[in-house]
């Protein structure tokens, strides 16, 4: 049925065994997108300053800022290290939470044949309203969370955070952080994947109600939206990450 919204991502295409839906289609872009937009930054870097695009200058101000943020909260020496992790969340997110918003994407429709029947489903969805794609986003940056914090800290050291038998007390706020580092996984996931689903259902709703130009406030402020959750992704795994990395006291 077409127009229909759908928590569940569509399928597209089928390449064997191994079917593309419409939101993995569009991180796919996306991916591409930034991957090109990498190597055109590393070409502006190599020329004169006369010689770089306005874009090129917009963007360097964002990575500075983001570079700035890392090192208030590491240290200029940490900063090194977890700035491309902080960084990368940052722009993937917030380039996927904006590309939904673009024209065509969950409004262009494709005939499917599935199960031997036709179905219209939406050529593109935002990958980040796609609870695939932010639970995925969520089990890496806790996994992160808990390579740096053995890394830095070692096994051992970093395991007493979890399992100390000094006391009662000491044993249960052991198993309070256990569960806790799990629930981030649930936190991580579900804050993006609700806020930009009910962007992409309220834009489609408002938009079926309301000519295009009324609705244009309510897409600015989904632009908002994915700039915060973004924002709230990346600083939460930068927060967590330096905790991780503390000494247990």
Known sequence: MEGKISIKPEPILNLGDFQITNSYLTSLIVTLILVFAIFWYRKQLS????QRSAVF??????NKAIYDFTVSLFGQQKAEIF???IASFFVFILIQNWFGLLPGVGSIS???????????YHLLRGATADLNLTLALAIFSVFLIQYYGIK????????????????????????LEIISEFSK?????FR???NIFAGEVMIAIIAGLMPVLLSFPFLVLEVFVGLIQALVFSMLTAVFINSAIQKHH
Do not use: C
Not at 57 to 62: A, G, Q, V
Not at 111 to 118: A, D, L, N, S, T
Not at 185 to 189: G, L, V, Y
């Open 192 to 194: 993006l994947f609700g």
């Open 47 to 50: 020329l004169k300053s006369d």
């Open 57 to 62: 200058y917009f963007i360097h101000f964002i």
């Open 83 to 85: 700035f491309p992790v």
């Open 110 to 120: 494709i005939k499917v044949i599935e199960e031997g029947e036709p179905h219209k």
């Open 152 to 175: 830095i800290l070692g096994f051992k050291e970093y395991l007493k955070k979890f399992i100390n038998l000094a006391n009662p007390i000491a044993f249960f706020t052991g198993v």
């Open 185 to 189: 996984i649930i936190s991580f996931a």
